[in-house]
């Protein structure tokens, strides 16, 4: 389907149907609603680069995370999938500018946050971790109305175009599943390392994991690990907790540092008796699943998701498309012996 066959159809000019479709100059509401039900009924959709030089502009994007080398590069996983889509959009008009800022430094995420905000890109995607900065930050950009997009998570409060990620709580309880067919009758504890604990995400992370022990009446002990001024969870803070709780039957821990867990067991020479399961295929999650020292991993796909939310959000800026605002990531589970290929 063409203008020109819409025009046919509808018997009018080719420029009445461009009006119409662009939202320019006056059209009768009778002609207007003939050539929209034309539209609906033959699923078109206008050109992108046609419909860019209609306007005489070109489209600007912007990607806000944090840094590409902060939670062990699981950021840097997810610029992975940014470079693909941006690989998908730049020739149909679309310019794609990232932002990383340091997640543990208030003050840079303001520079970088007021940047975006300066510059008033066409739209944003980011994931919505640290909730407190994050709402500010979505405040702040909903009044300029500029649109956005969520990936790796969602945040109650907010209007997002589309949030892109897993169910965390079924994650999490996934995760309580994954332990219980690990170690089968649990009768010690099972450690819950509540990594991040400020981000929704991943307190769901927990809850799914908690409630799932609570119907499977088995011991839990959590520990919060949470300081945004500070740094990641370190290995020497994990070997204390394991020190001081030698009888644990597990260790499920909420975020990527699954790693520093086997890490600690490796360095400080503690007897591991007890199962590891944690979250996200990067390279050193990889390596110790692939020896056996963490026993499974729960997969977001980081590049699919931010991939899709650079192409979402082109979907419905420059096409004009609606999109779902939910799309659901399913939860892939990882042992040594169905590693995939790197």
């Not at 839990?220 to 803070?237: A, K, M, N, P």
């Amino acid at each position: 389907m063409t203008v020109r066959e819409i025009a046919e159809l509808a018997g009018v000019s080719i420029g009445t149907v461009d009006r119409v479709i662009y939202n320019r100059g006056r059209v009768s509401a009778q002609t207007k609603a003939r050539i929209e039900k034309i539209i609906e009924e033959y699923s078109f959709t206008p050109n992108p680069i046609a419909r860019r030089l209609k306007r005489n502009r070109s489209y600007r994007f912007c990607v806000f995370l944090p840094r590409r080398d902060q939670d062990a590069g699981y950021w840097g996983q997810v610029l992975d999938g940014i470079r693909e889509g941006v690989r998908e959009i730049s020739p149909l008009g679309v310019e794609t500018e990232i932002v990383e800022y340091d997640r543990y430094s208030s003050r840079e995420f303001r520079k970088a946050s007021g940047s975006i905000l300066e510059n008033k890109p066409d739209g944003v995607i980011l994931p919505p971790i640290i909730p407190e900065k994050i709402k500010t930050f979505i405040t702040k950009i909903q009044a300029a109305k500029i649109p956005y997009v969520f990936f790796d998570a969602d945040l109650p409060g907010t209007n997002p175009l589309c949030a892109i990620g897993q169910n965390s709580f079924q994650g999490g309880y996934l995760a309580g599943r994954l332990m219980h067919l690990l170690t089968g009758k649990i009768t010690r504890p099972v450690a819950v390392l509540d990594a991040h604990g400020e981000d929704y995400h991943i307190t769901r992370r927990r809850d799914g994991f908690l409630r799932y022990a609570q119907e499977q009446d088995f011991p839990t002990l959590v520990r919060e690990y949470s300081d945004y001024e500070g740094v990641e969870i370190s290995v020497d803070e994990i070997a204390l907790f394991l020190r001081e709780n030698p009888d644990l039957t597990g260790v499920f821990i909420t975020n990527c540092m699954a790693h520093r867990v086997a890490e600690a067991v490796e360095l400080q020479k503690i007897k591991r008796p007890f199962f590891l399961v944690g979250y996200d295929l990067i390279p050193k999650n990889r390596a110790f699943l692939r020896t056996g020292r963490i026993d499974a991993i729960i997969s977001q796909r980081p590049e699919e998701q931010s991939r899709q939310a650079l192409l979402t959000l082109y979907r419905s800026i420059v096409l004009a498309q609606n999109i779902r605002p939910r799309i659901e990531i399913p939860l892939d589970v990882y042992f040594r012996e169905n590693i995939p290929a790197e």
